[in-house]
Each structure stands twice: as C-alpha cells, then as structure tokens.
C-alpha cells in the first residue's frame, strides 16, 4: 500500500511538472508544437480553437501515459525519480542531490558545444540554394497565403529571457519524461525480460543497449519527421522541393542532432535519474543560446 501511494505521488508530480510548463510553453509560443496539432497546421487547418484543443489534450494525454508506465516500467529495472522518491519518504536528499549536480553541469554544456556542429556549412553545401528557394516561396501567391494563416499564431513581441527559460524547462521536462522515464524504460524492461533479469534490477548491458536504442530511435524519428514536414509544406504549397542534399548529410545531421544528446542524458538517467536528465536538458538548451548568441552571431 505505500509503495502504490508513493508510486501516484510520484506520477502528480512528474505529470504537473510537464502539464504546466507545457501548457505555459504552449501559451508563450502559440504556434502548435505539439506532433498532431503542428501536423493539421502544416495541412491546413488553421481553426484555433480546434489547434488549442488537440494540442492540450495531446499533452495532458501523452504526459499521463507516458509518465505512468514509465514509472512502472522503471521500477521494475531498478530506474526512476530517485531524489523525488527520497523526499517523498521524508529521506534527506542531500546526499542524491550533489553527486547528480556536476555530472547534469558538464554533460549539458558538453552537449551544447555539440548541438552547434550540424549548423556548420560542411553539413549544408546547398545552404545558399536552400535561402533562394525559401525566397521564391515567400513571394509565391501560396507563400504569401501561408504566411498570413500562420500570421494568426505569431505574436509579434519578443520573447524575454524568463520567458525563453520557461520553453527551455518545458522542453526539458517534456522531453525527459517521454525519451528516458517512458521510451528509455520500458525498452530496458523488454530487455530485462529477455535476459531473464530479476524484478526490480537490470544489468548494465540491458540498460545501456536501452540507452542505444533510444538513440537510434531517435535518429529515426528526426530523418522521418523532417522529411515528413518538408513534403507535407511543399504540397500544401503546390510546390516542388527543387534543393536536395544527399542521402549521407541528411543522416549525419541527423546522428548530430540527436545520438549524443541520447546517449549524454540516457546516462545521465541510468546512473543518476530522471532529474539528472531533466537538469541536463535544460541547461543544454541554455548554453547553447548563450553560445549562439554570444560566438555564432558575433562570428557570422
């Protein structure tokens, strides 16, 4: 009885975090971020209030899944919030806290270096190809119809620092419970059956092919989606995607973007939990806007 206790408050606080920061980002943005709302803009559909409808229950829904049996899942293989379970049975949290803290630092900033190399012009010989066939699609008849549904969305104030720290703990939050506590685990608890684990461990070579998959998932997900998008807005637009990079840039930017990332906070989830990843993802976001802002900018 109290472990099932601690495991729903356990889920409160985890679905609370991610339901209000993302329903905050939400409001701050107010372009649909979310994969099924952002899909019906990108087709056409442009009625707000059924965009703001799909898009909360996209992330109430999605969110209670996936921190539900990610917990369940993570309990079985020795996983999960470790610091929040600590304080949730009145435990000092000191001794969880600090170990996590220089690890979540190193890796964010490490991560951040990185995130900046599939911007760099080896991985987009076509880049200046890419600005003109973005120009002719802006002075299109389409274009310029587009522009004016999406013009509806976009509210013309600058976002302020606090407010870009709000989207940078949303994505954070969002995004660890769904690739490490959800994805990242369930696919060790597979794993773990396989190999024949006793409940409620899992050797290291289940949890880091865990971590692996989760990186090849992702790479995955980043082509298909990407390529998805781009097809999606060429037909909306009546128009023919004329700028092709090779089939090898597009998977190197891919692995870029996301298997360091995975791996760096797939890590960071096994050894140190969820709330490590969370803290790590957020100050990644972070370093890599100072960098942007503060090198790419000054250099270019």
Known sequence: MMEKRLFWREFWILWSAGAITGAIFAALVRIPTTPIASMLLLSGHTQKPLLMGVEAVEIVIELAIAVSCGLFAAHRVGLGAPTIEKWLR????????????????????????????????VFHPNRELAHQEAERISASPNGAKLAEKLGRFVDERPLTF????????????????????????IIALIFAKITGSPSGTASNRVLFSAVLGVAAIAAIADVASRSATTKMMFSSLGLIDTVHDSFWLLIARALLRTVPSAIGFGWLYVRRGIESAILSAFVASVAAHLLFVLVVVRLF
């Not at 435990?91 to 911007?119: D, E």
């Not at 407010?163 to 990242?184: D, K, P, Q």
Request: net charge positive; proline share 7%.
């Open 90 to 121: 009145g435990q000092s949290i000191k001794s969880q806290v600090r170990p996590m803290l220089v690890p979540s630092l190193v890796v964010g900033i490490l991560l951040a270096v990185i995130s900046m190399l599939p911007n760099l012009s």
């Open 162 to 185: 606090p407010s870009l720290t709000v989207l940078w703990l949303s994505a954070a939050i969002r995004g660890e419970l769904m690739s490490r506590l959800f994805l990242l685990s």
